[in-house]
């Protein structure tokens, strides 16, 4: 039993490590078609498409990993969530796909691209909200009878689902501004600038409001954030997050390149670790732990092996890219 455990454990770090690997490297890029009304029509969001080009497709690797990942080391979670979010799944597997499309199609075809700039923010918009109302309804509890889902089909959609959908807006903006303004230089960087300080600005306010709801939410959330003992750890999420989100400002106004997008990917992975405080060990607030939702023992063993095998091939080629188009973007980009 304590091999299972553990295992079990293990598994839940995979899953946990996929989705963080998903939310940041896709983030920035949701976050770039997220602000694209507000880059320069031309030169701006060409070079701006540019600064993603190398990479955006294979940023969706990890959604299959920690989608795939769930469903084989956690089924009963799988089979539970996705009844409970099924339009939102939808709403943003469809953005996903418009978005990628109107990346292609806007360089085929000059007359046309208005409507695939507004397609490409279109989806980026729907499928980045669509992520934050998944959260969101995890997060609220998810009704269950007799290990299947039992609420209605529109469950999902509440204030508080509302609430984390935009909070994921936001903190996508800010992603993407600051890889705008890592990658790009000029009037482009200038502009990502503003925008990655209006947009850390919104970010903050609302990652504040999801955490002082989120204490009225469930009372199994409030006694992880207030109770003793816990309180004397989990009140390290929240003062580190003042200290990263100070820097960032204080790296913004300097017109520091690099550190802006470091300093994002930390308020992340604080977000990421504040989940983890709320809902732990649950995988389906407020009751279904992940030992009660794993897969049978052997089948962890049998799949842990591919992901031993798979998992650094993918960290592997996913840096070579990276490594490969590293450096700013120039005024002609790699189109």
Same mark, same amino acid.
């Given at each position: 039993m304590s091999g299972s455990i553990d295992l079990t454990t293990i598994w839940a770090f995979i899953i946990a490590f996929a989705v963080f690997a998903y939310v940041v490297m896709d983030g920035f890029d949701l976050g770039i078609g997220i602000l694209f009304p507000a880059v320069t029509v031309g030169h701006g969001r060409n070079r701006a498409m540019n600064a993603i080009a190398p990479v955006w497709d294979g940023n969706e690797t990890w959604l299959v990993l920690g989608g795939g990942g769930l469903m084989a080391a956690f089924p009963l979670a799988y089979a539970v969530i996705l009844p409970a979010t099924y339009p939102l799944i939808i709403a943003m597997l469809l953005g996903l796909v418009f978005r990628g499309v109107a990346f292609e199609f806007r360089w085929r075809d000059e007359a046309h691209r208005p409507?695939?700039? +507004? #397609?490409?923010?279109?989806?980026? +918009?729907?499928? #980045? @909200?669509?992520?934050? @109302?998944?959260?969101? #309804?995890? +997060?609220?509890?998810?009704?269950?009878?007799?290990? #299947?889902?039992?609420?209605?089909?529109?469950?999902?959609?509440?204030?508080?689902?509302?609430?984390?959908? +935009?909070?994921?807006?936001a903190a996508y903006a800010l992603l993407g501004a600051c890889w705008l303004i890592w990658k790009l230089s000029g009037d482009v960087q200038e502009n990502a600038y503003r925008l990655a300080t209006r947009a850390a600005v919104a970010t903050l306010v609302l990652m504040a409001a999801v955490s002082a709801y989120n204490l009225v939410l469930l009372d199994q959330y409030r006694h992880r954030w207030l109770e003793l003992p816990n309180i004397l750890f989990a009140s390290q999420v929240p003062l580190l997050t003042a200290i990263v989100a100070a820097t960032l400002f204080w790296a913004l106004k300097r017109r520091r390149e690099l550190a802006p997008f470091l300093l994002a990917l930390a308020l992340f992975l604080l977000g990421m670790a504040g989940l983890g405080v709320t809902i732990w060990p649950n995988v389906v607030p407020p009751a279904i732990s992940i030992w009660e939702a794993a897969a049978p023992h052997r089948s962890q063993v049998f799949m842990l092996v591919g992901v031993a095998i798979t998992l650094p091939l993918i960290i592997g080629y996913t840096g070579w890219a990276y490594w490969v188009f590293r450096g700013k973007v120039g005024t002609e980009g790699y189109h």
């Amino acid at each position: 039993m304590s091999g299972s455990i553990d295992l079990t454990t293990i598994w839940a770090f995979i899953i946990a490590f996929a989705v963080f690997a998903y939310v940041v490297m896709d983030g920035f890029d949701l976050g770039i078609g997220i602000l694209f009304p507000a880059v320069t029509v031309g030169h701006g969001r060409n070079r701006a498409m540019n600064a993603i080009a190398p990479v955006w497709d294979g940023n969706e690797t990890w959604l299959v990993l920690g989608g795939g990942g769930l469903m084989a080391a956690f089924p009963l979670a799988y089979a539970v969530i996705l009844p409970a979010t099924y339009p939102l799944i939808i709403a943003m597997l469809l953005g996903l796909v418009f978005r990628g499309v109107a990346f292609e199609f806007r360089w085929r075809d000059e007359a046309h691209r208005p409507f695939w700039d +507004l #397609a490409f923010f279109g989806g980026s +918009l729907v499928a #980045a @909200m669509s992520q934050g @109302m998944i959260l969101g #309804a995890l +997060l609220q509890g998810i009704e269950v009878a007799d290990r #299947a889902y039992s609420g209605s089909w529109w469950d999902w959609l509440t204030p508080y689902t509302l609430l984390t959908g +935009l909070g994921t807006v936001a903190a996508y903006a800010l992603l993407g501004a600051c890889w705008l303004i890592w990658k790009l230089s000029g009037d482009v960087q200038e502009n990502a600038y503003r925008l990655a300080t209006r947009a850390a600005v919104a970010t903050l306010v609302l990652m504040a409001a999801v955490s002082a709801y989120n204490l009225v939410l469930l009372d199994q959330y409030r006694h992880r954030w207030l109770e003793l003992p816990n309180i004397l750890f989990a009140s390290q999420v929240p003062l580190l997050t003042a200290i990263v989100a100070a820097t960032l400002f204080w790296a913004l106004k300097r017109r520091r390149e690099l550190a802006p997008f470091l300093l994002a990917l930390a308020l992340f992975l604080l977000g990421m670790a504040g989940l983890g405080v709320t809902i732990w060990p649950n995988v389906v607030p407020p009751a279904i732990s992940i030992w009660e939702a794993a897969a049978p023992h052997r089948s962890q063993v049998f799949m842990l092996v591919g992901v031993a095998i798979t998992l650094p091939l993918i960290i592997g080629y996913t840096g070579w890219a990276y490594w490969v188009f590293r450096g700013k973007v120039g005024t002609e980009g790699y189109h």
